[in-house]
């Protein structure tokens, strides 16, 4: 008799011990969890800061001695909650019933993510309103939970007037604009590597093509200055090397997130958690978030899914009532957190993730003979996404959608195999989902192109503009051609109106020196005889009716005048193209094509050295004008009777022979 009371006790202990699981499948019923203000309020009497593990790509656990540093600032008995997003749940009337749980007086904050989201005194007199009024206003919404916390923090810690002033200045302030943001994005740090290889290649190369267009400016106006040929180069890989360490000091930032990396162990915390309560549990529910089974729709969860279990094809449920947030480690990613939740508890079945935040349902086979394909593309969307009812239920009508998941489940076509989902796609990098790319990458390489391009246009534009404005300036204010390129630039058959331009040019210019001077010498005969031809107007030499050989005279005297001024005696002017300017000696030159016919003309430095090289091409570098009974044009002494065929002798007999004609003695 004694041995049968043992054996009939230590039955009673085996089934006294046996895991909530085995007993909610013997037809036990599975124990009530307790409340969400409930578990939090454990939590808090643990420690007075709970970083839920929900959220370790925003908020990792590892933030939480941060919250409790800045917590003890307030000055009060401070409480703070960490926890996910909560669409159905008013803050406020969570931390008073964790309140009533924990029953303890003091300041108690809820962040929602890494926004805070609401605060609430008992027993205590901070100013929190005004506290997460200025907390709100001040910071944009970037700045992080810790950042959050301390400006929280540091305006309870003022006491109330100032914190009231402070938040009713804030409110002010930033009532129509932001503040600025604290971190760039992708996107930023893109277009910051293409301003960097704009400028990397674009002002370099600035440099060199202005200095180059400016070197040919000079040289083209006579007032070249000798700079070494090293120093535009040099300044522009200096100015290269500048931009490149300076940029990365500029564009100093290295992530896009206030978030700390969280560890391997933060990140699997979680999925630790789940898998351990399913292992007691067919139907988990996360504690820190709101309860959206009743006991009755709990019990008959319970009751499909240990019928399911003992049926023909049928096998073990796992429901997890979890909250899918991009913050979590699976990065909201319902495929990946089943497959996770899996892999650790080492049990086949049918997951179910119901997420009690917004209300979707997924199911993913693990093993049982059961149409994956059924569950994927037949399963009605009332079922998993819910309707317009589900949608306005703060529980999202989950107790009734999981109860018709079950039927339809019960319903699905068998398989001749067990099933299995295949690998989903592996979750972003915590440590790098927000490090921003370096600088030098991504849009830097096609910002160098941008910036060799974008020099050579804006050179082209600059020297368009300044040949533009230069001739609109030299048709208002010409002035004379540099004596030194005279030879280079005179034309052998010129235009009226470009006589008329110079001649007007160069007999202003001499007018404008002999401003002020009372000599009476060479210079004033040159400008005397310029005058003659054009009766006294030097504005009559740019009117059109003056003839060619009178502007050409006119252009040779005036130059030979300011020559005389800056004390040049010679009187000699090219013969072969007396735009040339000056001669320097006096040579005969082959004057036609046929024959050989020779006159005795003074010649310029390049006339000269043409001669010697090319005597048989010296008539085809004669100054021609049009015949005065048109029909071509003709060597300039032949084409007149004037003045200019006096030119050939000297420019004292051109002075001569404008006053003979002149009639002036």
């Given at each position: 008799m004694l041995r049968l009371l043992l054996a009939l006790c230590a039955v009673a202990a085996c089934f006294a011990t046996a895991t909530p699981a085995r007993a909610a499948e013997a037809g036990t019923p599975a124990p009530i969890p307790v409340t969400q203000a409930a578990y939090l309020a454990d939590r808090l009497r643990e420690n007075p800061v709970h970083v839920t593990d929900q959220l370790p790509r925003e908020v990792p656990r590892s933030t939480a001695p941060g919250f409790a540093r800045i917590a003890k600032k307030t000055g009060v008995p401070t409480y703070v909650l960490v926890l996910p997003m909560q669409t159905s749940t008013d803050g406020r009337q969570l931390l008073g019933a964790v309140h009533d749980r924990l029953g303890r007086d003091g300041l108690y904050v809820l962040f929602e993510g890494d926004g805070l989201a609401e605060a609430t005194a008992y027993g205590v007199r901070v100013p929190a309103d005004a506290a997460i009024t200025v907390t709100r206003y001040e910071l944009p919404?970037?700045?992080?939970?810790?950042?959050?916390?301390?400006?929280?923090?540091?305006?309870?810690?003022?006491?109330?007037?100032?914190?009231?002033?402070?938040?009713?200045?804030?409110?002010?302030?930033?009532?129509?604009?932001?503040?600025?943001?604290?971190?760039?994005?992708?996107?930023?740090?893109?277009?910051?590597?293409?301003?960097?290889?704009?400028?990397?290649?674009?002002?370099?190369?600035?440099?060199?093509?202005?200095?180059?267009?400016?070197?040919?400016?000079?040289?083209?106006?006579?007032?070249?200055?000798?700079?070494?040929?090293?120093?535009?180069?040099?300044?522009?890989?200096?100015?290269?090397?500048?931009?490149?360490?300076?940029?990365?000091?500029?564009?100093?930032?290295?992530?896009?997130?206030?978030?700390?990396?969280?560890?391997?162990?933060?990140?699997?915390?979680?999925?630790?958690?789940?898998?351990?309560?399913?292992?007691?549990?067919?139907?988990?529910?996360?504690?820190?978030?709101?309860?959206?089974?009743?006991?009755?729709?709990?019990?008959?969860?319970?009751?499909?899914i240990r019928d399911f279990r003992r049926s023909d094809g049928g096998g073990p449920v796992y429901v997890a009532l979890v909250p899918q947030t991009p913050e979590s480690e699976s990065a909201g990613d319902s495929w990946l957190f089943a497959a996770a939740v899996h892999a650790k508890s080492r049990q086949d079945g049918l997951y179910v993730v119901a997420d009690p935040d917004d209300g979707t349902i997924d199911v993913y086979n693990y093993g049982l003979r059961i149409d994956s394909g059924s569950l994927s593309f037949d399963l009605p969307d009332a079922v998993t996404l819910g309707d317009s009812r589900a949608d306005e239920a703060d529980d999202h009508l989950l107790g009734e959608r999981l109860d018709k998941l079950m039927t339809f489940v019960e319903k699905a076509p068998r398989t001749d195999r067990p099933g299995f989902e295949p690998t989903p796609a592996a979750a972003p990098r915590a440590d790098a989902e927000y490090a921003l790319p370096p600088l030098f990458a991504t849009d830097f390489w096609p910002g160098l192109f941008v910036g060799a391009f974008a020099a050579l246009l804006l050179s082209a534009v600059v020297a368009g503009l300044t040949w533009g404005v230069g001739s609109v300036l030299r048709w208002r204010s010409p002035a004379p051609e540099p004596t030194h390129r005279l030879p280079l630039t005179a034309p052998t058959e010129p235009s009226a109106s470009y006589l008329r331009r110079t001649a007007y040019a160069e007999l202003t210019a001499l007018t404008r020196e002999f401003t002020g001077r009372d000599e009476r010498g060479r210079a004033w005969d040159h400008l005397d005889a310029a005058m003659l031809l054009v009766d006294g107007d030097p504005d009559r030499a740019r009117r059109s009716g003056t003839d060619p050989a009178t502007l050409v005279a006119v252009i040779v005297l005036a130059r030979a005048g300011r020559a005389a001024l800056a004390g040049d005696e010679n009187d000699l002017c090219c013969g072969v193209n007396p735009l040339h300017g000056p001669g320097v000696r006096l040579s005969h030159l082959r004057v036609s094509a046929e024959g050989t016919g020779r006159r005795l003309l003074p010649v310029c430095a390049l006339c000269r050295d043409a001669a010697i090289a090319d005597p048989l091409g010296m008539p085809g570098e004669l100054m021609r004008l049009p015949a005065p009974s048109g029909g071509g044009r003709l060597p300039y002494y032949d084409a007149t009777d004037g003045p200019l065929t006096a030119v050939p002798k000297g420019i004292t007999r051109l002075i001569e022979k404008v006053r003979e004609t002149a009639g002036v003695h």
């Open positions: 919404y970037d700045a992080g939970p810790l950042r959050s916390f301390e400006r929280f923090a540091e305006v309870i810690a003022l006491g109330g007037d100032k914190a009231g002033a402070r938040a009713e200045a804030a409110r002010e302030k930033y009532q129509d604009a932001e503040p600025a943001d604290m971190y760039i994005g992708p996107s930023d740090r893109n277009n910051q590597s293409f301003l960097t290889g704009i400028l990397l290649t674009g002002v370099p190369l600035m440099i060199v093509l202005t200095a180059w267009y400016a070197r040919r400016h000079r040289r083209r106006s006579g007032a070249e200055r000798r700079v070494p040929r090293w120093v535009v180069p040099g300044a522009a890989v200096l100015t290269a090397a500048t931009i490149a360490l300076a940029a990365p000091v500029v564009f100093d930032q290295t992530r896009s997130s206030a978030a700390k990396p969280p560890t391997p162990a933060e990140l699997s915390a979680r999925i630790e958690r789940v898998a351990a309560g399913l292992k007691q549990d067919a139907v988990y529910a996360d504690p820190e978030s709101p309860r959206v089974l009743d006991s009755r729709q709990l019990a008959r969860l319970h009751d499909r």
